[in-house]
């Protein structure tokens, strides 16, 4: 996997989307090579793992670039507001998550194409955000998630590195 890189001279929505791919591609990264215990595995006392962190990414891109702006999202079978998307259920597989979180990122990819930044929504919290801010958020929540998981996928078995063209 060869990780897209943000262009030195593009604009705004296309610089910002590119690192949110970037980002996104590490997390699917950090799954690699590993077998389904190992993605189940709690890694601290809350009971973080790194299938749970991908489902709670999907969730969320549902949440902020669908739902804020009154698109069509795919049902949840859970509740996240009771932190049921950081959980893993075990009726649901690997695939299942992993395909969760390409739905997610597919419409999400759809809402930032069809609208401006400058696209008001309301939030889960009732606040009116830009298109601009929900990929700014998505960005560091991303960002900040696959973080978690480099440390965790370290802990499983020693992998590190940022993306796979840095290991």
């Given at each position: 996997m060869t990780m897209k890189r943000v262009p030195f001279t593009g604009g705004e929505k296309e610089s910002l989307q590119v690192s949110l791919d970037r980002h996104r591609d590490a997390v699917l990264w950090k799954l690699q090579g590993l077998?389904?215990?190992q993605l189940r595995r709690p890694m601290t006392p809350s009971g973080?793992?790194?299938?749970?962190l991908v489902k709670h990414l999907?969730?969320?891109?549902y949440g902020?670039?669908?739902t804020t702006f009154g698109r069509e999202s795919e049902p949840l079978w859970f509740d996240p507001f009771e932190n049921?998307?950081?959980v893993v259920a075990e009726g649901e597989s690997t695939s299942d998550i992993v395909e969760f979180y390409g739905r997610a990122r597919a419409?999400?990819?759809?809402?930032i194409a069809e609208l401006d930044l400058d696209t008001l929504g309301?939030?889960?919290s009732g606040n009116t955000v830009s298109m601009r801010w929900v990929l700014i958020h998505m960005l560091e929540d991303t960002v900040r998630h696959a973080g978690h998981m480099d440390i965790l996928r370290e802990l499983i078995d020693g992998a590190t590195g940022?993306?796979?063209d840095a290991a």
């Open positions: 077998d389904d215990e973080t793992n790194l299938l749970g999907a969730s969320v891109e902020w670039f669908c049921e998307d950081m419409a999400a990819d759809r809402a309301t939030s889960w940022e993306h796979p």
